[in-house]
């Protein structure tokens, strides 16, 4: 049987000894990969619910759950397999099976013992367990849709102004910096609320307004020293010539001459101004030619030596990938002073989020509801404090032994946080003696992260990939195969997105590279795809009766390589049903297609 060109990796990632993240890009089979590992570590435990395995869809876990069902039911009817994957999930079906008998599990007539849930339902069922810690009381529902009640959170907010709360001279500056535009300002405050994960570790109720104000400078400083940093390796090999042009560029528009290559403190960012002005348009693009507004005067001798010595550097520094978009960001990082505006708005809006978040829960308990964020961080709170922890985290401590997390690149900040502290300790059970090591393994990727707009961050990936979590390393292991799509396909879509990613991963950026994939289909058609644009005010009605002619066509053309035009059928009717379009082209179809059937295909 002819192998596949990450074989090892996938045997690799159902060794229970190990913890990995798994690069699974679409169609590389990850989930069945997830239902081996699954599988393997149901044999290696004690119950079943230690094996906890974590979606971020019901629809994600319940296919889970069918197909590990199916596996099992496979492997107790001794079906035969007819794939060399298929026999490795039934000889780990197999041993699960042997487990179930041994523990009295049952597991093929009980599948509440499957520990499989989403991240909302797992973090719901903490905040039942721990309500007074959660700070959610009783059972409260849980809505998709909570912007009228963040709408109604910041008006409660609005009545402390008259109330002589401590916070009611913050608030009244805001209003005055929106020029007491109150709605303007409530837009703002519902933005917050939605993303308050994001920002609660930052200006959260547990700081003093003091602590609040060193901890945000702490971090602005710390971003702009981890961006300057990365400046200067990029230009390392250059910062001799860089300099040189620097002192000859400030020696002629008469300002302070710098000494030395700027460093990566706050402090240093004027001094990367004129980096980025020296090699950088006002817009952002590389500088074609350098002039005396740039302090390179038309005078020959030294003038026309220093120009050369640009243009040559010009040509080095064009070919890093990355540089230009790293410099022209320069001027985008948050320079703040004890008398600046802007730091004065930080400073207030960090006292009055607080308070916000915390009207917002008196909200959430008055309709005896909550959003998701609340769910999650609600659990947090359960869990307690590294330094701290509850009884519940002691128990869970117990009850947990492997986790895997599909989706990974979808994980927001407070998720994140949660599978910390889920973890805690874990490394003690890791060590190289230990025959039942606890486990943890993540499967995603980066470049299908979409779900920014919900405070999802693939920065954790590549942040989780590199430093794991609480002592357990994660070896990065990388599917390529697809087994989805042709080569044809595969290809496109390799050469046409390599472009559109940038050249390395950078967690602070969120931003990951593009990984090429491997077709195991051959292509099936010279030109595997087409691109057809559609404008105007018909762009719509054009588009459908283009799919529907490609449709028909098709259908004439290759009758005898479809068993069964039902599902083409359906795409055609809700095609149909949401344009429209004249029934003629539905009349014109099914005409194609009855010619285009043979009397022996049924369906």
């Known amino acids: 049987m002819t192998s596949i060109p990450d074989e090892l990796a996938r045997s690799e990632a159902v060794n229970p000894m190990g913890s990995f993240c798994v690069s699974a890009p679409a169609g590389s089979g990850k989930t069945e990969l997830l239902i081996q590992r699954y599988l393997c570590l149901l044999s290696r435990v004690s119950r079943p619910e230690q094996v906890l395995a974590i979606t971020f869809t019901r629809k994600a876990a319940a296919e889970m759950r069918e197909r590990v069902m199916q596996a099992l039911n496979a492997a107790a009817a001794g079906e035969t397999c007819s794939s060399a994957h298929q026999q490795v999930t039934r000889a780990f079906a197999e041993k699960a099976l042997v487990a179930s008998e041994r523990g009295g599990w049952s597991l093929l007539r009980d599948i509440s013992r499957f520990n499989i849930k989403t991240i909302d339902s797992f973090c719901a069922g903490l905040t039942r367990r721990m309500p007074v810690l959660s700070q959610l009381g009783g059972q409260a529902e849980v809505l998709d849709d909570t912007s009228a009640l963040y709408a109604e959170a910041v008006l409660e907010l609005y009545k402390l102004v008259e109330e002589e709360h401590p916070i009611a001279t913050d608030l009244a500056a805001l209003m005055l910096h929106f020029d007491n535009d109150w709605d303007r300002l409530q837009q703002l405050l519902v933005g917050m609320l939605a993303r308050r ?207 895997l997390v599909d989706e990974f690149q979808d994980t927001a900040i407070t998720q994140y946080e949660l599978l910390h502290k889920l973890t805690r300790g874990w490394g003690e059970h890791n060590h190289a003696n230990s025959s039942q090591p606890r486990t943890l393994m993540i499967v995603g990727d980066g470049m299908q992260s979409i779900y920014g707009f919900r405070g999802a961050n693939v920065g954790l990936f590549i942040k989780a990939r590199r430093e794991g979590f609480n002592g357990v390393t994660l070896r990065h292991l990388a599917l390529q195969c697809n087994f989805r799509s042709d080569a044809g396909i595969v290809n496109w879509v390799n050469n046409t997105f390599q472009l559109a990613f940038p050249a390395r991963d950078d967690a602070l950026r969120s931003q990951v590279r593009y990984s090429n994939a491997i077709a195991l289909r051959p292509a099936t058609s010279a030109d595997a795809v087409d691109l057809h644009g559609f404008t105007g005010e018909t762009a719509r009605t054009a588009e459908i009766a283009f799919i529907c002619q490609y449709i028909a066509d098709s259908l004439e053309q290759e009758s005898s390589q479809l068993p069964c035009l039902g599902a083409v059928e359906v795409i055609c009717r809700l095609l149909f049903h949401s344009s429209k379009i004249s029934v003629s082209h539905t009349t014109h179809l099914n005409s194609k297609r009855c010619r285009s059937r043979r009397s022996s295909q049924t369906c």
């Not at 404090?385 to 009884?391: A, C, G, L, S």
């Open 197 to 403: 994960e994001q920002w609660r570790d930052y200006v959260g109720v547990h700081h003093s307004p003091r602590e609040s104000e060193v901890y945000l400078l702490t971090t602005v400083n710390g971003m702009i020293r981890d961006e300057l940093a990365e400046l200067g390796i990029l230009l390392k090999p250059y910062q001799f010539q860089l300099l040189e042009l620097l002192q000859f560029s400030a020696s002629n528009l008469t300002a302070q001459i710098p000494l030395v290559f700027p460093g990566d403190a706050a402090n240093d960012l004027s001094q990367w101004y004129c980096v980025r002005n020296l090699l950088l348009t006002g817009t952002g693009q590389w500088r074609k030619i350098i002039t005396k507004n740039e302090g390179f005067p038309p005078d020959k001798g030294k003038a026309q030596a220093q120009k050369a010595l640009w243009k040559a550097l010009m040509g080095e520094l064009q070919k890093i990938d990355g540089l230009r978009t790293r410099l022209a960001g320069i001027t985008s990082l948050p320079v703040f002073s004890a008398d600046s505006d802007s730091w004065r708005l930080v400073l207030q809006l960090s006292r009055v989020l607080p308070v916000l978040a915390a009207q917002l829960l008196l909200v959430f308990r008055k309709h005896g509801v909550v959003d998701h964020s609340q769910i999650a961080q609600s659990a947090l709170l359960a869990l307690g404090e590294d330094d701290n922890p509850t009884e519940l985290a002691l128990r869970l401590d117990y009850q947990i032994e492997h986790i």
